[in-house]
């Protein structure tokens, strides 16, 4: 959280037609429901937003590698016809995901490759999922959704409203592709990266990166593969696929290009990024804006540029963070109101820490007949929103419950809110991200060994490891390049 962002929603709506083209991959005819310009136009309506969600990492060197990688990529795909860009967005998290004529990897993704032929592999693959159309293939299953995404975390449709500044937008991130879909760009990956001259088995290879760190961090499956077929059988798949691919097009020297890529990453911020705010022993400090809140124990926690959203793991409830619109603390609250839809049912001008503040609550207003219909199964909503004038800025603590659960929640939301203040703390004010650096291996050894020469922590040598693509007993030459952690 950088800065915060205004809310941008995704104006246009889809179009639905029903007609029959050809898919540009298969060449067989499909029914979709839009045109070529209408599938580009949604992509193109969706990248401001997505930007706004993640921020762009601030690296024109890395932004550059990206866009020109891409477009030579795109170039050798089956729709190289159309526009493309292509964005590395400023989060830790270990993912990448494409939209018509869009393509997006955070840091967090760029961080774990260990070479160009990784890169490359996962390029080709999201690649895939533009050329054979996948995302008009889902359009045609489903519609967009207005639920809020929390860390995983799906939070009560019936909160759309509330949440949908970090999802609305985001609406084709909603849309998870069939397995066949993902094996389908996993095979596209393949064909693009190899006809560009790079080791494909290198994309299976970090398939294990990717599987390593979701069981690290305790999940089933990372982002990135969780609607995706088993790792272990997409490695032999994709391997299979590459050798294959060799052999068709003769490739003899497949480039790997692992210097190259591990010297462009250095200096790379690695993991959370606490100039743009972090949380830290339950509370989350914001260094440039200079504020600081608790957040609830146990809640999930999810940072944007737009907003900080926090929730519990039942899904009941929903707190958030964002910047109001308007002059004065009456006039946010007014405003406020009106966009979510709510009517005051009582409000106190307060004191936050010394700050002045202006506390509402309020309910949903009577729907129209026919919306009642629509959602005559979901209880009423009720919020608890405080105001916060400081710094030249109205800051908005909004919690968003039901009716019938408001009253079990409410000190939660008090709690995070009566609690927000300056940030003075010149540790928390001065907090430095943690850097990628790369290191040249003095004297071989296992992996193990010349992590602990090389400083790293016990507690963090399975994570140096993953980061690295090697396990704690694989045998490291001397001269290999290694990357470790740094300010």
């Not at 391997?239 to 290009?257: C, F, M, R, Y």
């Not at 999930?300 to 519990?312: D, H, L, Y």
């Not at 039942?314 to 964002?322: E, Q």
């Amino acid at each position: 959280m950088k800065k915060f962002i205004l809310p941008l929603l995704l104006a246009a709506s889809v179009v639905v037609i029903s007609n029959c083209a050809r898919n540009p991959v298969t060449g067989k005819r499909q029914i979709v429901t839009m045109s070529t310009e209408q599938e580009l136009a949604m992509g193109k309506e969706a990248d401001p937003q997505i930007v706004a969600q993640f921020g762009l990492y601030e690296d024109s060197a890395l932004q550059r590698y990206m866009r020109q990688k891409g477009q030579e990529l795109a170039a050798l795909s089956h729709r190289a016809d159309i526009d493309y860009e292509f964005r590395v967005v400023n989060s830790d998290v270990i993912n990448a995901f494409a939209i018509p004529g869009y393509v997006y990897f955070t840091r967090g993704i760029m961080a774990h490759f260990n070479n160009e032929a990784q890169f490359e592999g996962v390029l080709g693959h999201e690649l895939g999922h533009i050329a054979a159309r996948h995302t008009v293939i889902q359009q045609r299953n489903a519609t967009l959704g207005q639920v809020g995404l929390l860390a995983g975390l799906i939070i009560s449709p019936t909160f759309g409203r509330f949440a949908e500044q970090a999802s609305q937008g985001l609406g084709l991130l909603l849309l998870k592709n069939s397995r066949d879909a993902e094996r389908e760009a996993d095979r596209l990956g393949v064909e693009y990266s190899t006809k560009a001259g790079y080791d494909a088995n290198e994309m299976a290879t970090f398939f294990n990166t990717l599987k390593r760190q979701g069981e690290q961090q305790g999940e089933a499956l990372p982002n990135l593969l969780s609607t995706h077929p088993d790792p272990g059988e997409r490695n032999q798949t994709v391997a299979q696929l590459a050798t294959e691919w060799k052999q068709k097009t003769g490739l003899a020297n497949p480039k790997v290009s692992r210097e190259s890529y591990l010297r462009l990453i250095e200096g790379m911020v690695y993991g959370e990024d606490p100039r743009e705010g972090f949380l830290e022993a339950g509370v989350f400090y914001h260094p440039v804006l200079k504020f600081q809140f608790p957040v609830p124990s146990g809640w999930a926690f999810q940072n944007s540029p737009q907003q900080v959203q926090m929730a519990p793991k039942d899904g009941k409830a929903l707190l958030i963070l964002t910047l109001a619109s308007g002059n004065n603390l009456q006039q946010a609250a007014s405003t406020a109101l009106q966009q979510f839809g709510l009517q005051s049912i009582g409000s106190r001008e307060i004191t936050v820490n010394g700050l002045p503040a202006l506390m509402v609550e309020a309910q949903q207003q009577p729907q129209e007949p026919q919306q009642q219909q629509q959602q005559q199964a979901a209880a009423p909503v009720r919020t608890l929103s405080t105001f916060i004038q400081y710094g030249g800025s109205i800051y908005h603590l909004i919690g968003v419950s039901s009716s019938q659960d408001f009253s079990a929640y409410t000190s939660y939301f008090t709690y995070a809110m009566e609690n927000f203040k300056t940030l003075t703390d010149a540790s928390k004010l001065n907090k430095k991200p943690e850097r990628i650096r790369v290191k040249t291996v003095t004297s071989a050894g296992t992996a193990e060994q010349v992590l602990r020469k090389l400083n790293v922590p016990a507690g963090r040598l399975t994570e140096l490891a993953i980061l690295n693509g090697i396990n704690l007993t694989d045998r490291v030459a001397q001269g290999t390049l290694i990357k470790v952690f740094g300010q």
